[in-house]
């Protein structure tokens, strides 16, 4: 039951506590919270009104109705760029009341990573983008530019505290990168098609690092290693980052064929330094990309290399403390490749499918890297889901931009190359159709099918 802290009497509007699960792919980007209706009656709010969110920091974001099956559970879901903003994870509880919203007189941004060109075709452009969305200073907000979102930090707001921004408003787009803001490069909502996966690599390594005090209680060691295995492009790497991302972890990747030295123990060198590296920025995760490079079965191999990494990768895994603080998730295309010892209880104890992805997965995906693109009214996703039999998410995201390329091609002789910026009214005007994918379905060749793809030659008989 919901516990609504009514404090009207004491001049503080009522607010409530509830817990925040991750948004629906509909929702991703849109500056969009769920929450129960019973429970935004509570809190005086209606729907479209905008909510400050309080977690680590303080954030506001635009309240709808939650979806059915969620009514009663007394959770909040939003997407990765309001947790983000509030400074939140999934499973994290946030303090929610309606924002006390003022129309901005001034609102300074700038890029949170590379220098852009500005002038004030591009400013009106962002203006019209933001319009009615709720902004605090500190904030990320994604601008969409050509198919791609742009990450932009508010610098400051005139008045302080929760702002829109309205027509009258004077917009300042710096063109210099502010200090790093974290932006989320990858969140749970940024994988399409892996639900059953994700919750599952979810349990082994959130809790671990988040409440070790779980596994101390009933006695058992948190897992020290995950084994992700399944065919190429299917996302085993991004599932990585998203779950450093989402624990707030520090990230280690490691590209296993580069381990691999010729000199005599540089290799484990190398190896030894990453894990002191993890153990001292702890809770931290570690990421092997392609282990089987490294850790091949030792009586399958000739080098003395392979033997001695293998050894030293074994001997660190066992020098791991059973506190859950460094997790090691691996990835692999050949799980039969590996050597078997790494495979036993206390290394790499839970091995995870990641599979290629269904239909329902594809739609998924392909609304991910879509979510930016200008899709003209033809372009029908669920028939693209439905053709795309055998796709991995790599070659989806390949489709979407060889897509977007043939949309390019089709505006480029509209577009004066010889001058340094785009016209906004083009940047306006442009738009990926169904016919864009039609054409990038015909040029992208599945991963799996690339081995036995045949060319059949044209051959006639008269």
Not at 174 to 191: F, G, M, N, S
Not at 399 to 404: G, I, K, M, P, Y
Request: with cysteine; net charge neutral.
């Amino acid at each position: 039951m919901t516990t609504v802290n009514n404090s009207v009497s004491r001049g503080k509007k009522p607010e409530v506590i509830l817990r925040v699960m991750e948004a629906k792919q509909k929702d991703v980007g849109r500056g969009k919270v769920r929450i129960d209706i019973n429970i935004m009656r509570k809190i005086n709010v209606e729907p479209g009104d905008i909510v400050e969110i309080e977690g680590r920091r303080k954030t506001a974001a635009i309240a709808w109705p939650s979806y059915a099956e969620d009514q009663g559970l007394d959770i909040i879901r939003m997407d990765g760029l309001i947790r983000k903003n509030a400074g939140v994870s999934i499973g994290d509880k946030v303090i929610v009341r309606k924002a006390d919203v003022k129309p901005a007189l001034v609102v300074k941004l700038a890029p949170s990573s590379f220098t852009i060109a500005v002038d004030p075709g591009f400013i009106n452009y962002v203006k019209r983008r933001l319009i009615d969305y709720p902004l605090v200073e500190g904030d990320t907000v994604l601008i969409p530019v050509l198919g791609q979102a742009i990450p932009f930090t508010v610098i400051s707001t005139k008045p302080s505290g929760v702002v829109i921004v309205t027509t009258d408003t004077n917009l300042i787009v710096l063109e210099k990168p502010a200090e790093q803001a974290r932006v989320p490069k990858v969140t749970y909502e940024d994988i399409g098609g892996l639900k059953n996966v994700i919750q599952r690599v979810r349990e082994l390594v959130e809790l671990p690092l988040k409440h070790p005090e779980l596994f101390r209680r009933l006695g058992i060691e948190p897992p020290k290693g995950i084994l992700l295995y399944g065919p190429p492009g299917c996302g085993k790497t991004l599932l990585a980052k998203a779950v450093a991302n989402e624990t707030d972890a520090y990230f280690i990747a490691i590209n296993a064929p580069e381990i691999m030295s010729k000199f005599y123990g540089e290799s484990e060198q190398r190896l030894r330094e990453i894990f002191e590296e993890a153990k001292k920025h702890a809770p931290s995760i570690i990421f092997i990309d392609e282990i089987d490079a490294i850790a091949p079965k030792r009586d399958e191999v000739v080098g003395e290399v392979e033997r001695r990494v293998v050894a030293q990768l074994l001997a660190l895994m066992d020098g791991l403390e059973a506190r859950g603080d460094v997790i090691v998730i691996a990835a692999t295309n050949r799980p039969q490749a590996l050597d078997p010892a790494l495979r036993r209880p206390g290394r790499f104890d839970r091995e995870i499918e990641v599979p290629l992805p269904d239909r329902q997965g594809r739609l998924e995906i392909l609304q991910i890297h879509t979510r930016n693109m200008p899709l003209a009214k033809d372009v029908d996703l669920a028939k693209l889901a439905e053709i795309t039999h055998g796709y991995t998410g790599a070659d989806l995201a390949a489709l979407c931009r060889e897509a977007a390329m043939y949309a390019l091609r089709r505006y480029i002789p509209k577009i004066d190359l010889s001058t340094d910026k785009i016209p906004p009214e083009i940047l306006e005007e442009m738009e990926v159709t169904m016919q864009d994918f039609m054409n990038a379905y015909k040029e992208i060749i599945p991963s799996g099918l690339r081995e036995v793809y045949i060319e059949v030659p044209e051959v006639r008989w008269s």
